[in-house]
Structures are given as structure tokens and as C-alpha cells.
């Protein structure tokens, strides 16, 4: 009788004292391992933006080349006209928009 009395302490001791310090070490492994994700997300973001940069620039590069190939076509019965010329009243540089206009 006084053997099964021993293991209830025993069993009573554990889950009051020892684990919610297992619970603690959990979170807190939880938390570390949440933390070290947000740390490589941001540096692979870092890192990441010198590629998208460039590869933008490529992508603008090629159009812009592409949208003085067609002003040269559809430009090439204009007396005096030249081809990329600005149309503004200014040296700085303007960027090109683009409209994407609906079908009808």
C-alpha cells in the first residue's frame, strides 16, 4: 500500500514541477528556431535584391531598344525626324510609362 502511495507523489511530482520546465524549453527552442527564420528571410532578401535590381534593369534596357526600333518604323517618312529624341523641353531624364490601354 505504501508503494503505490510512493509512485502517486512521484507521478504528482513530475507533472507539478518538472514539466513545465519542459514546456519552457520548448517554447523557447520554438522561439530560437523562429527567429533564426526571420533572420534568413531578411538576409535572402538582401541578397536577393541586387539580382531582381539588375534583372529589371535588363528588362526596362530591352524595351526601351525595342521602343526605338518601332518609333524608327513607324517614324521613318517624317522629314527631320529623329529617332530617340526627347519630346520634352528638359536634359534630365524622364522615365518611359507605360499604359496598358483596354480592348474594346
Known amino acids: 500500500m505504501d508503494d503505490t502511495n510512493n509512485s502517486r507523489v512521484s507521478v504528482r511530482y513530475f507533472i507539478n514541477n518538472i514539466s513545465p520546465f519542459c514546456w ?3 517554447f523557447y527552442l520554438n522561439y530560437l528556431f523562429n527567429s533564426e527564420l526571420k533572420r534568413e528571410k531578411s538576409w535572402s532578401r538582401i541578397h ?9 534593369d535588363r528588362d526596362t534596357y530591352r524595351r ?13 517618312d517624317v522629314p527631320g525626324w ?3 529624341d526627347s519630346v ?3 536634359k534630365r531624364y524622364v522615365p518611359p510609362s507605360v499604359f496598358v490601354l483596354p480592348e474594346k
Not at 536577393?48 to 529589371?56: D, H, N, R, S, V
Not at 526601351?64 to 521613318?76: D, P
Open 48 to 56: 536577393l535584391i541586387p539580382m531582381l535590381q539588375a534583372e529589371l
Open 24 to 26: 519552457d524549453i520548448i
Open 88 to 90: 520634352y523641353n528638359s
Open 82 to 84: 529623329k529617332v530617340g
Open 64 to 76: 526601351a531598344q525595342a521602343s526605338l526600333r518601332r518609333e524608327a518604323e513607324i517614324m521613318k
